[in-house]
């Protein structure tokens, strides 16, 4: 499936509901089970158990960890012979992981998926079931508008978002007042900062490239503030091209910042979440991130209160006096899936509905993103910071999914490894932007 047009104000409408009613995700493989007594396998006497695999691991993502602990421990005691055993893997081991179960039939019960494009090769094959009963029926008009069909193929749902993100560029406030300096607005401010900070010694952006997609992200906005919200997608979708001139502009925008040593050094060999720790530890001023991480700025307990202070965000600035500050990278984040080879698939959908249903609002509360689904916010005490992410939504004018996402698996690893050698200066703009087209052209 390709997507068509960018996510817009379809969804935009039922965010402005939201607030209005607020007005008045550590490296290693973790293993864990809902309860003390959970075990492995499928039965327990006459019980089951639900193979659950997710991908917030304890160290680095600990408040939505907890909440997935508690729901399926609500869960269990609410469902008296049904245990939940649970796998928790990070983000790339995940992804990794997932691949090798569906090849061996042998995907979890429940697990993580992601929309559009990632999911289109597993419904393909058969792996996913569909869930459109839950959908249409225990949680009917739950979600907001427009989530739930990143995850259709051929009218039916195959995935349960969990929440909505927006990219967004956080900085340190300290660093930047220490040196003057102020959140840029353009480019041409984005390039005086960074050229203000190496001057003094100071890291200017922690970049984790070793995982590509962090990369995309900025190749992603330089296209959007150049070419305009749907420049992207429509060459996705072959409505246009990748060798539009405002999409090798970008790419070489992105070498621009590489050439000023704008990034952390040897950003290309280092995964996400140690650029992460470099900017949480002070070590760089600015990071380009999703709202999946807005809770390490906010809410998260385990981050020091003086560091959350000192944390501030723009838009990712305008090119040349083109784009558009209220367009934006983002969309649906993570969902649940259930398998269609689970042998107690009625049971998954169940737990997967009871899911969905408890973390709305928990994740707001507890965690501090943005859910997926409809909430009554009017009691909420929401840190100011996060009101402000969910004003940027109301106001949005354009957001664009993920290319990773919206592309099918083949063309999203030549696009993930092209981005890498993007940054690596090892491939011009030009033969960046043909690699694509012809991986387009073999679809």
């Given amino acids: 499936m390709k997507v068509k047009k960018a996510i817009t104000l379809v969804f935009m409408s039922v965010i402005f509901i939201l607030m209005l009613a607020a007005c008045g995700g550590a490296g290693e493989e973790q293993g864990a089970s809902g309860s003390d007594d959970s075990i492995k396998g499928d039965s327990k006497e006459n019980g089951k158990t639900i193979k659950f695999m997710h991908l917030w691991p304890e160290g680095s993502s600990a408040q939505h960890h907890k909440i997935v602990q508690d ?30 179960l569906s090849t061996s039939d042998e995907l979890p019960d429940v697990g993580m998926t992601w929309a559009a494009g990632f999911l289109e090769p597993y419904v393909n094959g058969n792996k996913f079931a569909t869930l459109d009963d839950i959908v249409d029926g225990e949680l009917k008009d739950s979600f907001v508008a427009g989530t739930t069909e990143a995850y259709a193929l051929d009218g039916n749902t195959y995935g349960l978002p969990l929440e909505l993100n927006i990219v967004s560029v956080y900085y340190n406030k300290a660093i ?5 300096l102020e959140a840029p607005s353009t480019s041409e401010e984005l390039k005086n900062v960074v050229e203000i900070l190496n001057e003094n010694g ?16 900025w190749y992603m906005y330089f296209a959007d503030r150049i070419g305009g919200g749907d420049v992207l997608t429509q060459a ?5 091209t990748f060798e539009d001139p405002a999409l090798i502009q970008a790419a070489a925008e992105v070498q621009t910042l590489v050439g000023m040593d704008a990034f ?8 996400d979440e140690e650029a992460k720790s470099m900017f949480m530890n002070e070590q760089a001023a600015m990071y380009l991130i999703a709202t999946w991480d807005l809770p390490n700025y906010t809410t998260n307990e385990e981050v020091p209160q003086e560091f959350r202070d000192s944390v501030g965000y723009f838009p990712f600035p305008t090119v040349e006096g083109n784009g558009d500050l209220n367009s934006f990278v983002g969309g649906p984040g993570v969902g649940l899936f259930v398998s269609e080879d689970s042998e107690v698939k009625e049971e998954a959908k169940q737990f997967v509905a009871y899911f969905v249903d408890k973390w709305g609002e928990r994740s707001v509360t507890d965690v501090g993103v943005i859910p997926a689904t409809k909430i009554d916010t009017d009691a909420l005490d929401l840190p100011q910071m996060y009101s402000d992410i969910l004003n940027d939504l109301n106001n949005a004018s354009t957001i664009t999914l993920f290319a990773d996402v919206q592309m099918s698996a083949d063309t999203a690893q030549v696009h993930l490894d092209q981005i890498q050698a993007l940054f690596g200066e090892e491939v011009t ?11 387009l052209a073999n679809e």
């Fill in 236 to 240: 996705i979708n072959r409505e246009g």
């Fill in 264 to 271: 952390v050094k040897g950003f290309n060999g280092l995964s």
């Fill in 202 to 217: 100071i890291e200017p952006i922690a970049l984790g490239n070793k995982d590509r997609w962090t990369g995309s992200l």
């Fill in 71 to 100: 729901i399926v421990n609500d869960f269990e005691s609410e469902n008296d012979g049904i245990k939940v055993d649970i796998e928790v893997l990070s983000n790339e081991q995940y992804k990794d992981k997932l691949k090798v």
């Fill in 176 to 180: 930047f007042e220490e040196h003057g």
């Fill in 429 to 439: 703009p030009e033969d960046f932007a043909k690699a694509h087209e012809e991986a």
